[in-house]
């Protein structure tokens, strides 16, 4: 009986690296889609011959869409299947004039856009790739389809809110470009550059982080001394099995255990409720060498063992450089890690990745003078960490204590191993 492959995320198809006919195994990749901030590769959910791939290359779909069918070797394709929300949406937007002007019928309106369950504005991709080329805000749009959902027409209909004072007269001549800054320079000075999908989509993400999660900070100077002395002796342990931990699987780790201590802390705003998340998946900001970013996923990182941790995170890492992501390293994070320690950092703070309710900045270990505990000064090895919180969940003095709790594992490292 025919099985359809399902997309677990939206996103845009790059590549099929199978055939219709061809003979696949469960877990082999059919087909590579450009995703929020990474390139994902989508697995075979079983043995079986692909019977039809419903999609061509280029198009944008959204998270439950079919797209492609497997089965047994000469079976005919299921016919009749109902189409998946984004396809209806899809065709609906792509069909003629008319209906999309029975769409312009519905009212522009300034209010706050409808988001999914983990975060994510909900819009169709047309919307989105609409949006981008005008450059509005999809944070800004009231969206006029089911469930809120914004479609081309609300983008097309969007009028921003008067502004106190008009908008400067713009010079002739040259592109205007969305937003505020007029149209692009142009000349021998300057190289214009195409804003690529990933790119788009991290500046999207912020801007609505920092439009509609109320952020806080909180920093602190850690004694990493212990820490550098105790993972020293754990790679030298490992050395024969080839396994190396590194300081920020170690981070990680006193991230993830504080995290189980501080459940408020693993817990997601939703409006009118709260989403506890029972699992602690500590999300890593990973910098890509394209210039871009992505957030893989450290599953269950409060129970694993650093040396399963460690192999685990630079098999992932590898793949997201590679830009070859499984769609389960970017899936289920419940708080953010961002650690800019290779770079010689002092300190910084990071944006808050929503739905989740925190973010951990870790910067550089840096030899500093301290004052010692009989009042002497001394070298020390110091490294400023800095917590963000979503207000709506926590407040000042627990995330401080969330700090404390993280300090006491940091400055005595063997707690990360019992």
């Known amino acids: 009986m025919a099985q359809d492959v399902t997309l677990t995320m939206d996103g845009m198809l790059l590549n099929w690296l199978k055939d219709v006919g061809d003979s696949v195994k469960k877990g082999e990749v059919i087909a590579e889609f450009e995703a929020d901030k990474a390139t994902v590769e989508v697995e075979a ?15 944008e779909v959204d998270e439950g869409t079919v797209i492609a069918q497997l089965g047994d070797a000469g079976e005919a394709p299921a016919g009749g299947e109902a189409k998946a929300p984004a396809a209806e949406e899809a065709a609906e937007e792509e069909a003629p004039e008319e209906d999309d002007e029975a769409e312009e019928e519905a009212p522009a309106s300034n209010g706050a856009a409808a988001t999914t369950p983990d975060g994510r504005i ?10 981008a080329e005008k450059g509005i805000n999809l944070a800004q749009v009231a969206g006029s389809g089911p469930g809120g959902r914004i479609v081309k027409a609300d983008v097309e209909n969007y009028k921003p809110a008067p502004k106190p004072a008009a908008a400067p007269k713009q010079p002739s001549g040259g592109t205007t470009i969305g937003q505020s800054y007029g149209k692009l320079p142009e000349g021998d000075d300057v190289e214009i550059i195409d804003v690529s999908r990933m790119r788009r989509l ?3 993400g912020t ?8 952020h806080f900070y909180l920093t602190i ?3 990493v001394e212990p820490l550098l002395g105790l993972r020293k002796e754990i790679n030298a342990m490992l050395e024969d099995e080839g396994v190396k931990v590194s300081v920020n699987d170690m981070v990680v780790k006193a991230a993830a255990l504080t995290q189980r201590a501080f459940p408020n802390l693993n817990t997601h705003y939703y409006g009118d409720k709260l989403v506890r998340h029972k699992r602690v998946n500590i999300a890593i900001a990973v910098a890509l060498p394209n210039n871009g970013l992505v957030n893989v996923v450290s599953p269950d990182a409060d129970t694993t063992p650093l040396s399963e941790m460690a192999k685990y995170h630079k098999q992932m890492f590898t793949d997201a450089r590679d830009g070859n992501i499984k769609q389960e390293y970017i899936k289920g994070g419940t708080f953010l890690v961002s650690n800019l320690g290779p770079y010689d950092v002092e300190s910084f703070s990071s944006i808050i990745d929503p739905p989740e309710s925190g973010a951990l900045a870790v910067a550089s270990a840096r030899k500093v003078p301290v004052v010692k505990e009989d009042g002497t000064l001394g070298v020390g090895t110091r490294m400023k960490a800095t917590l963000s919180i979503d207000h709506r969940v926590s407040d000042g003095a627990e995330g401080a204590q969330w700090l404390q709790y993280f300090r006491n594992l940091i400055e005595n490292p063997m707690r990360l191993l019992v």
């Open 45 to 59: 959910p079983a043995d079986g011959t692909i019977l039809s791939l419903k999609l061509e290359v280029g198009e």
């Open 122 to 131: 909900k819009a169709s991709p047309l919307a989105k790739r609409v949006a």
């Open 202 to 204: 991290i500046a999207d």
């Open 207 to 214: 801007v609505t982080s920092f439009q509609t999660t109320p």
């Open 221 to 223: 100077e850690l004694d």
